[in-house]
């Protein structure tokens, strides 16, 4: 199974990927010169907060305090540092961003910045008010994750009753304010069979871009691994149909596809690698190289309310951990490949093999792939297992687990 | 799905009359020294050329008269030009970047 490469040149254009999800960055030649100082994206995870409860959540388990969280001023001068060093867009995240009652002023203080707001959002809480607010007050775009396409499971999934009414209005007020529309579809195996029925509820409501998520195995996902891992046969059929589907849609819906990179024989070039075009602060504050970094324990990550961005961004001791190709082991050292994956995803590399420095075990070439292959196949073939619910109670209960695979003999 | 109901490709041609949607953003990266244009979850870096041609991109002016203006402006063959402009407009367009 292939990565999903975008065609990096239309024209007279190159073309970036600024996305949210792990698997993608910057690419191409635009990356040198677009990522010399700054990373062009950032991810600011507000809150951990959530109206929903869904488990294939990708934030840590354990869950920031909201005592812990930054203060309006502080996301304010992170947002005014942003656009000073150079990074380009911001994706105002969490948990559900919305559920921070100063997303206003963050949203204000991004467009003074001149960033590119996204507002990735469950928007299960967002009234029309409010949202015609965010958009008078700059608000760039916005990403609507959809649990299913069908109510009942949806809400089954998300655990929040009446979740997809509140999500279609909101939908429609995003449409009809002028704003470009994301529709996020998270896949597992409880929602794979609607891959079709999501592409024409995009299309149904006018978004411009549909985001096919295959869930990416990190935090709470990781945990309900066994609940959402699809099959490879169904991985395989959903990725041709879109791969179809997305040729006959030009120029209506852009479809973007994040693959399960368990079942693909390269590890996928995770961040557009690490420290290059990307950073991640966390809702206390903390500066990462991506989402899931924090799983890696050996490293130290700097607070903005401790440092300027741009420091952290040059010189952390974080950012620096796995920049470029010196930290690499072999087989990553003498591979082909070393510059265009990076060696795929330290945080999985660490989960599944117990050390950041080791390949991804997604590659074909890690000696831990085929432990990972089977398990992934085994947990597939039999029933799901219940739903561990992404909530503080559970948070409490899980933090435990992290049991690293044995080597291949 | 409903053909009906869904939107078709935009086929860009002599008499369309493109403009940038609003919620894309052409700017000057001056960090970089170059223009950006800013999509969703998307940073395009044109050229010189994309963004000469971008910038003509009103919703008023066909292409033929963007391309008129830019044989004009580089004294090179409107053939040439049109065959270009033509291209960069529509790969635009099949991502949703160009709107008429």
């Known amino acids: 199974m292939s990565e999903e490469l975008e065609p990096k040149t239309i024209g007279h254009c190159q073309t970036a990927v600024v996305d949210d999800e792990p698997t993608e960055g910057v690419s191409g030649d635009a990356q040198a010169a677009l990522c010399a100082r700054a990373p062009v994206g950032l991810l600011a995870e507000l809150t951990h907060r959530c109206p929903l409860q869904c488990s294939y959540c990708s934030n840590p388990i354990e869950l920031e305090r909201v005592n812990k969280e930054l203060s309006t001023e502080m996301w304010c001068s992170v947002m005014k540092q942003a656009g000073e060093m150079g990074i380009l867009q911001v994706h105002l995240s969490g948990g559900e961003p919305t559920a921070r009652k100063d997303l206003e002023d963050i949203v204000s203080a991004a467009s003074e910045a001149g960033l590119y707001s996204n507002l990735i959002t469950a928007a299960v809480t967002l009234n029309r008010a409010r949202l015609e607010d965010l958009v008078k007050r700059g608000l760039d775009h916005v990403q609507i994750s959809f649990q299913d396409v069908d109510a009942e499971n949806a809400e089954r999934i998300g655990a929040y009753p009446g979740a997809t009414a509140k999500k279609l209005d909101v939908a429609r007020w995003v449409i009809e304010l002028g704003l470009p529309l994301t529709i996020n579809a998270p896949i597992h195996r409880q929602n794979i069979h609607n891959v079709p029925r999501y592409i024409e509820l995009a299309v149904k409501l006018g978004a411009q871009r549909l985001e096919v998520a295959h869930v990416q195995y990190y935090g709470w996902a990781y945990l309900n691994r066994a609940a959402l891992i699809p099959t490879y046969e169904d991985t395989v059929k959903s990725i041709e149909f879109v791969e179809r589907e997305r040729e006959r849609l030009k120029g209506v819906l852009t479809i973007d596809m994040v693959v399960p990179d368990y079942y693909a024989k390269r590890p996928k070039p995770c961040m557009g690698g690490w420290g290059k075009g990307f950073m991640n602060i966390t809702p206390a504050g903390k500066v990462l190289p991506c989402h899931a970094a924090e799983t890696i324990k050996t490293l130290h990550f700097d607070n903005v309310q401790d440092r300027p961005l741009l420091d952290i961004w040059l010189t952390s001791d974080a950012f620096n951990a796995f920049r470029g190709t010196a930290w690499m082991k072999e087989p990553c050292r003498s591979c082909a490949f070393r510059e265009i994956d990076f060696g795929g995803c330290r945080c999985q590399a660490m989960t599944i093999t117990g050390d950041a420095r080791n390949t991804d075990p997604a590659c074909a070439l890690s000696p831990y792939h085929g432990e990972m292959v089977r398990l992934a196949r085994e947990e597939a073939a039999k029933p799901p297992t219940p739903f561990i619910y992404r909530n503080p109670r559970n948070a409490a209960e899980a933090a435990k687990a992290e049991r690293p695979l044995v080597p291949a003999e | ?100």
């Open chain 2, 1 to 100: 799905m409903n053909e009906a109901t869904s939107p078709a490709r935009l086929i860009v041609g002599r008499e369309t009359r493109p403009h940038l949607p609003a919620y894309l953003k052409l700017r000057h990266d001056a960090g970089r020294g170059r223009w950006i244009l800013l999509a969703p979850e998307r940073v395009l870096t044109p050229d010189e050329t994309a963004v000469a041609v971008l910038k003509l991109c009103d919703g008023k002016r066909t292409v033929e008269e963007i391309v008129e203006v830019l044989a004009k402006e580089y004294s090179a063959p409107a053939d040439v030009i049109r065959a270009d402009v033509l291209d960069l407009l529509q790969g635009l367009a099949d991502k949703g970047y160009i709107k008429a």
